[in-house]
């Protein structure tokens, strides 16, 4: 709350205020930490903050009271919530790299955290992909040299076109865009609150941020890039609709925000951006704490086709999860209809050509179509678990945090609009233009509800089934990654790589194959051994 004071103020005296902490001061050397606050940097402080102690609150329940792989777990969030800070909060490269590279592991840390062979490969996926990212941060640091300092921030007008590319597609491996995007449904292996943290209002919108901090209309504003990040945002929702898993369907959804959020912040809208991934932050992780009280009173199951009528035995939390989901459609008047409206107004107003225009009303639509899917699967269709099983709400902290949450999923937007005075813009449409979006929301409503009906039959589309079901093969880009790496004509299928062939690993594979030689010599009868006497004893003469 006091970040959020600070951000009001600091935007209604429009200030700056830069830290500079000396670390080290030795003769001509000196090493400084700059802190740079200004009221973006401060805003989105108080929502990782705000949303980080949600969290927390939330998982003293979901992960359990102070044993020892719960207090693990609180330091790595507490080290994750550091580390977006460090990024945050710095106008510096090098200290945006340290951070930046700390998302990165820890999130690999927390995405293994229960150690399956899935949720080792998903946390192997998230870490290379988001090691491709660091690759051109390091470069466009080292090429940072010629201008004589790392603070980017007084250079932004002399930079190369070049040195903005790089830093565009690191963003787009952090913030998933396509060809990177198969990470973040992967990533959905690690633990609800983990994915309500990381997932929703940090790990992923530090690329957003990073291209915020950056923006240079020169070289920002490309149609292009504005096609990548559609394409994206259509490809999630579209994907979303044939997923049965509760977290991924959400995961996909948040992907599909990330779409939007950069497409707006390469038509130059850039403070709109920033009041989109706030206000998403706020719902998106309600979403999850919600989805997650489901998961964890249904024992772990995900699956939403065994769920349904949850709202007889969980009135609050499905409230609380129609809030977060009417917000994400953009529904009039809840936190996601401002940032959205005025998104999509601005881009009919800055006249984009057709084809970007029905790509964005299309998303509006399948946005609402997977959201009343997901709202007609968990609550309206019959219970379909195990007839036993007794659900109840009695989950003190998991409570206060979703309900807390869900006040700001209603209130924030509007309250953030009116304190930062983003409707001073005045907008003139035609009516049909003004009230496309309420009715493409409303159609992607109604369509989504008759979809439910008619699912069995679209089963055998079994191909348009596979390509929506794997992100449009994006799954095998990265398969196919490992599998070209032939090495000694060793097949990847045997997980065993020349290092590993005449190495450890080898060596005790044919330690392995001589003892089992042994125990087979020794089970057999005893001419056996009468012959291998005799053979020794003609090796002795």
């Given at each position: 709350?006091?970040?959020?004071?600070?951000?009001?103020?600091?935007?209604?005296?429009?200030?700056?205020?830069?830290?500079?902490?000396?670390?080290?001061?030795?003769?001509?050397?000196?090493?400084?930490?700059?802190?740079?606050?200004?009221?973006?940097?401060?805003?989105?402080?108080?929502?990782?903050?705000?949303?980080?102690?949600?969290?927390?609150?939330?998982?003293?329940?979901?992960?359990?009271?102070?044993?020892?792989?719960?207090?693990?777990?609180?330091?790595?969030?507490?080290?994750?919530?550091?580390?977006?800070?460090?990024?945050?909060?710095?106008?510096?490269?090098?200290?945006?790299?340290?951070?930046?590279?700390?998302?990165?592991?820890?999130?690999?840390?927390?995405?293994?955290?229960?150690?399956?062979?899935?949720?080792?490969?998903?946390?192997?996926?998230?870490?290379?992909?988001?090691?491709?990212?660091?690759?051109?941060?390091?470069?466009?640091?080292?090429?940072?040299?010629?201008?004589?300092?790392?603070?980017?921030?007084?250079?932004?007008?002399?930079?190369?076109?070049?040195?903005?590319?790089?830093?565009?597609?690191?963003?787009?491996?952090?913030?998933?865009?396509?060809?990177?995007?198969?990470?973040?449904?992967?990533?959905?292996?690690?633990?609800?609150?983990?994915?309500?943290?990381?997932?929703?209002?940090?790990?992923?919108?530090?690329?957003?941020?990073?291209?915020?901090?950056?923006?240079?209309?020169?070289?920002?504003?490309?149609?292009?890039?504005?096609?990548?990040s559609i394409v994206t945002l259509i490809m999630s929702s579209l994907c979303a609709n044939y997923e049965f898993d509760l977290k991924k369907i959400i995961a996909l959804s948040t992907l599909s925000q990330l779409g939007l959020m950069m497409s707006s912040l390469f038509m130059g809208m850039v403070e709109m951006t920033f009041f989109h991934l706030l206000s998403h932050a706020m719902f998106k992780s309600l979403l999850f704490l919600c989805s997650g009280i489901i998961i964890h009173l249904m024992g772990g199951c995900q699956d939403i086709r065994f769920m349904g009528s949850i709202c007889y035995s969980m009135p609050l939390t499905s409230c609380c999860l129609n809030i977060s989901n009417m917000s994400l459609c953009g529904f009039p008047f809840l936190s996601g209809f401002y940032s959205k409206d005025l998104i999509i107004d601005s881009m009919s107003f800055l006249g984009s050509n057709m084809f970007v225009m029905i790509l964005f009303y299309l998303s509006l639509g399948l946005t609402s179509i997977y959201s009343i899917r997901l709202f007609y699967y968990s609550l309206m269709s019959n219970f379909k678990f195990f007839s036993y099983l007794n659900m109840s709400e009695e989950i003190y902290l998991m409570k206060y945090s979703v309900v807390i949450l869900s006040m700001f999923s209603l209130k924030f937007g509007c309250m953030y609009m009116w304190i930062m005075n983003l409707d001073m813009k005045f907008l003139l449409l035609p009516f049909y233009l003004k009230i496309l979006t309420l009715f493409m929301v409303m159609l992607g409503l109604f369509i989504g509800y008759e979809f439910s009906h008619f699912y069995k039959n679209l089963i055998n589309m079994n191909s348009f089934y596979s390509l929506n079901g794997s992100m449009w093969f994006m799954y095998s880009f990265s398969t196919w990654i490992f599998m070209s790496n032939y090495n000694f004509g060793y097949h990847m299928n045997n997980s065993i790589y020349w290092g590993e062939f005449f190495g450890g690993m080898g060596i005790s594979y044919y330690l392995q194959k001589l003892s089992n030689f042994m125990q087979m010599y020794s089970m057999n009868s005893m001419k056996f051994f009468f012959i291998s006497m005799l053979i020794w004893c003609l090796m002795i003469i």
């Amino acid at each position: 709350m006091i970040f959020l004071l600070v951000s009001m103020n600091l935007s209604l005296f429009d200030l700056t205020v830069m830290f500079e902490w000396v670390l080290m001061d030795l003769n001509s050397i000196n090493f400084t930490y700059i802190i740079f606050l200004d009221w973006m940097s401060a805003g989105f402080c108080f929502v990782v903050l705000f949303i980080s102690s949600m969290v927390i609150l939330y998982s003293s329940s979901y992960m359990g009271d102070y044993n020892y792989s719960s207090i693990r777990f609180l330091f790595l969030v507490l080290m994750f919530v550091l580390s977006m800070f460090i990024m945050i909060l710095s106008p510096n490269m090098i200290s945006i790299l340290l951070g930046w590279d700390g998302l990165g592991l820890i999130s690999y840390c927390l995405v293994i955290y229960y150690m399956s062979l899935k949720s080792y490969l998903a946390g192997m996926i998230t870490c290379l992909v988001n090691r491709l990212g660091d690759i051109g941060l390091l470069i466009s640091i080292s090429w940072m040299f010629s201008y004589g300092s790392w603070n980017f921030m007084f250079y932004l007008t002399h930079f190369q076109p070049e040195l903005f590319y790089l830093l565009i597609i690191s963003s787009f491996t952090k913030s998933a865009q396509i060809p990177f995007s198969m990470w973040l449904p992967a990533a959905m292996a690690a633990p609800t609150p983990v994915s309500a943290l990381v997932h929703s209002s940090t790990l992923v919108t530090a690329g957003v941020y990073l291209l915020i901090r950056f923006f240079n209309t020169k070289y920002f504003i490309n149609d292009f890039l504005i096609y990548v990040s559609i394409v994206t945002l259509i490809m999630s929702s579209l994907c979303a609709n044939y997923e049965f898993d509760l977290k991924k369907i959400i995961a996909l959804s948040t992907l599909s925000q990330l779409g939007l959020m950069m497409s707006s912040l390469f038509m130059g809208m850039v403070e709109m951006t920033f009041f989109h991934l706030l206000s998403h932050a706020m719902f998106k992780s309600l979403l999850f704490l919600c989805s997650g009280i489901i998961i964890h009173l249904m024992g772990g199951c995900q699956d939403i086709r065994f769920m349904g009528s949850i709202c007889y035995s969980m009135p609050l939390t499905s409230c609380c999860l129609n809030i977060s989901n009417m917000s994400l459609c953009g529904f009039p008047f809840l936190s996601g209809f401002y940032s959205k409206d005025l998104i999509i107004d601005s881009m009919s107003f800055l006249g984009s050509n057709m084809f970007v225009m029905i790509l964005f009303y299309l998303s509006l639509g399948l946005t609402s179509i997977y959201s009343i899917r997901l709202f007609y699967y968990s609550l309206m269709s019959n219970f379909k678990f195990f007839s036993y099983l007794n659900m109840s709400e009695e989950i003190y902290l998991m409570k206060y945090s979703v309900v807390i949450l869900s006040m700001f999923s209603l209130k924030f937007g509007c309250m953030y609009m009116w304190i930062m005075n983003l409707d001073m813009k005045f907008l003139l449409l035609p009516f049909y233009l003004k009230i496309l979006t309420l009715f493409m929301v409303m159609l992607g409503l109604f369509i989504g509800y008759e979809f439910s009906h008619f699912y069995k039959n679209l089963i055998n589309m079994n191909s348009f089934y596979s390509l929506n079901g794997s992100m449009w093969f994006m799954y095998s880009f990265s398969t196919w990654i490992f599998m070209s790496n032939y090495n000694f004509g060793y097949h990847m299928n045997n997980s065993i790589y020349w290092g590993e062939f005449f190495g450890g690993m080898g060596i005790s594979y044919y330690l392995q194959k001589l003892s089992n030689f042994m125990q087979m010599y020794s089970m057999n009868s005893m001419k056996f051994f009468f012959i291998s006497m005799l053979i020794w004893c003609l090796m002795i003469i």
